[in-house]
């Protein structure tokens, strides 16, 4: 099928320039809502992906739910339709990630259950709205390391380059204000664990429906607060971050960090890039939360192609499995994981000179329904794959958005993995918890807050 998102075709072939670009000819913005997506994926179907017909956008009829609720499975019917496994991944080498090719290699009882592509991603009408607002305003601003004039949804929908398809990930909409507790889980090759219960918040200053362009937000796109709350001896670590949208001004992300300890609270500029992760075992660097969060100005990002892929969605399964059952030794319990055949923007970040990363090589598979980073590859300095990363995704049609369920990242040198942002056994999100207020997101506060 042609393939005709992109405004030059130039695009696939390596990046662009990334200063201000041209605004979007109206013919490409009218697209979106037409063959593509309000926040704009192919609309069409090709083989055996569906096309886009809306997704879930209400509570589906098959399911109950009332508010509070952990959102039930609206697929648990479907079967799977094949599995890979090594014995026959080669048959699908063309639809595989490396990292899951890796995986594969590593441990000879990981596979991939594969089942029936469904398109269920969908958001509010007002950030459809917003998305295609975007299309015609937004821009990049310091060479790629900001965003400017656009606001709310996706600043991106017709991306002319790399830095536009992984700022639609870190800006995608996720509600205005939100609470959730999740788990971490660093595991030993042996299998042992234990949990780090961690509860967060963010007020995301993008999605503020009081906010009209980017230059409202005080270069802050977000305010963040994680509090460590389980086990005991790390009870009451708190951080807090101010989020850049432009790492390049006023010094970019601002952070603190409580420690019961000292009962002090100091600044912490080392979260962020590659240092190690809060609650990772140094499993993961601070950057590769989310996926990836951050400032982009230590690499160079150029798109390598767009193509179905097999990657982790609609993982409800996956969110009621109990930990014991889902944290198992060398990789997660792969018959709770949901696969299905999507299309991913497949693109790449390269170490630039004179800069410093554990990292010098990341691939990135992100689906083009949610623009989240869904599949990773992490690339030593030695240009051997070190990491990678997987980021379960599935639908929270109360809300509705396309959210993240568990992020995993499988460390093939040691054999090790951290499994992050679960919620199997935590209470549901909070997307609407407007008791949320700028004045505790400050350093005064997480004292009071990390008090055990």
């Known amino acids: 099928m042609k393939r005709t998102t992109l405004l030059v075709s130039a695009l696939v072939f390596g990046a662009l320039g990334t200063s201000a670009l041209a605004a979007v000819p109206d013919a490409q913005v009218n697209r979106l809502g037409n063959d593509l997506t309000p926040i704009g994926a192919e609309k069409a179907g090709e083989g055996d992906i569906p096309a886009w017909t809306g997704g879930l956008s209400t509570v589906p009829s098959n399911v109950t739910y009332k508010p509070g609720d952990r959102v039930p499975d609206p697929f648990a019917s479907d079967p799977i339709k094949y599995t890979i496994t090594p014995a026959n ?230 969110e009621s499995t109990k930990y014991k059952d889902y944290v198992k030794p060398l990789h997660l319990n792969q018959d709770s994981i949901r696969y299905e055949l999507q299309r991913t923007w497949n693109f790449e970040a390269k170490l630039r000179p004179n800069t410093r990363h554990v990292y010098a090589r990341r691939v990135y598979h992100n689906h083009e329904d949610a623009w989240e980073v869904s599949v990773a590859e992490l690339y030593d300095g030695r240009g051997q794959l070190w990491r990678v990363q997987e980021v379960q995704e599935l639908q929270r049609y109360q809300v509705p958005l396309c959210g993240t369920g568990t992020e995993a990242v499988y460390d093939l040198q040691s054999g090790r993995y951290l499994a992050l942002g679960m919620q199997n056994e935590e209470p549901p999100v909070n997307y609407a918890a407007d008791e949320l207020d700028p004045s505790r997101y400050t350093p005064n506060a997480i004292r009071q807050l990390g008090v055990r």
Request: one cysteine or more.
């Open 89 to 318: 991944e080669a048959q699908y080498a063309n639809v595989l990630t490396d990292g899951h090719k890796a995986l594969m290699k590593a441990y000879p009882d990981y596979k991939l259950n594969v089942y029936p592509s469904r398109r269920s991603c969908a958001y509010p009408d007002r950030v459809y709205a917003a998305t295609k607002n975007n299309a015609k305003i937004g821009e990049l601003t310091g060479g790629g390391s900001g965003v400017g004039k656009a606001i709310m949804g996706f600043p991106f929908p017709i991306p002319n380059n790399a830095y536009e398809i992984m700022w639609n990930h870190t800006l995608r909409y996720r509600s205005f204000k939100l609470t959730r507790q999740f788990a971490a889980a660093p595991v030993t090759r042996g299998g042992d664990y234990t949990l780090n219960i961690v509860q967060d918040e963010a007020i995301l200053q993008w999605s503020d429906p009081s906010k009209k362009s980017a230059e409202d937000l005080n270069n802050i796109s977000l305010y963040y607060l994680a509090n460590t709350i389980a086990p005991a001896r790390e009870a009451g670590n708190v951080i807090l971050v101010y989020e850049a949208l432009n790492a390049t001004l006023n010094g970019g992300r601002q952070a603190w960090q409580y420690s019961p300890g000292t009962r002090r609270v100091r600044r912490a500029p080392n979260i962020a890039y590659d240092n190690p992760g809060t609650n990772t075992d140094g499993l993961s660097t601070s950057d590769a939360f989310d996926g990836y969060n951050g400032a982009l100005d230590r690499y160079d990002w150029t798109v390598i192609d767009k193509k179905p892929m097999i990657i982790p969605v609609n993982d409800y399964k996956a």
